[in-house]
């Protein structure tokens, strides 16, 4: 630790300097970090086989509209991107349990889905994962 010392003696006289100190056992102090994020706790896997609200509560807490629609994508094609799921499916469920999803379902979800990378439309009405929507429960 670096300090900065001034010291005046019986006299009047000043003395300044600086110098590096270290503790008693000549080891050099851990610096502390100020602030910064948390350490990030690890990313478990969704649990796809959980029912539909227990799922939602569990991993669409918090997330945003695009977020809510890949979670429920995932769980609803398990999540395989290969599956294709109508966006008819998806709103009729979005609905079932729309308490927990925090409101109706809008169209634009998909979208804002879709325009993060998410998950991706090989038919109209039609949405599958693409690979990393798991980045969309952890955003």
């Given at each position: 630790?670096k300090?900065?010392?001034?010291?005046t003696d019986?006299?009047?006289?000043?003395?300044?300097?600086?110098?590096?100190?270290?503790?008693?056992?000549?080891?050099?102090?851990?610096?502390?970090t100020?602030?910064?994020?948390?350490?990030?706790p690890?990313?478990?896997?969704?649990?796809?086989?959980?029912?539909?609200?227990?799922?939602?509560?569990?991993?669409?807490?918090?997330?945003?509209?695009?977020?809510?629609?890949?979670?429920?994508?995932?769980?609803?094609?398990?999540?395989?991107?290969?599956?294709?799921?109508?966006?008819?499916?998806?709103?009729?469920?979005w609905?079932?349990?729309?308490?927990?999803?925090?409101g109706?379902?809008?169209?634009?979800?998909?979208?804002?889905?879709?325009?993060?990378?998410?998950?991706?439309?090989?038919?109209t009405?039609?949405?599958?994962?693409?690979p990393g929507?798991?980045?969309?429960?952890?955003?």
């Amino acid at each position: 630790m670096k300090v900065r010392v001034v010291v005046t003696d019986g006299s009047g006289n000043t003395f300044e300097g600086e110098t590096t100190l270290v503790t008693a056992s000549g080891a050099r102090p851990r610096r502390q970090t100020r602030g910064g994020k948390p350490p990030r706790p690890e990313r478990t896997r969704p649990d796809l086989s959980l029912p539909v609200r227990a799922f939602v509560k569990r991993h669409a807490k918090g997330l945003s509209g695009g977020q809510k629609f890949t979670a429920l994508l995932a769980r609803m094609s398990g999540g395989k991107p290969a599956t294709a799921v109508s966006v008819k499916d998806i709103e009729k469920e979005w609905n079932r349990v729309s308490g927990l999803m925090g409101g109706k379902f809008y169209t634009m979800y998909g979208v804002r889905a879709k325009e993060e990378g998410w998950v991706d439309t090989q038919k109209t009405g039609q949405y599958t994962l693409r690979p990393g929507w798991e980045d969309a429960l952890g955003s």
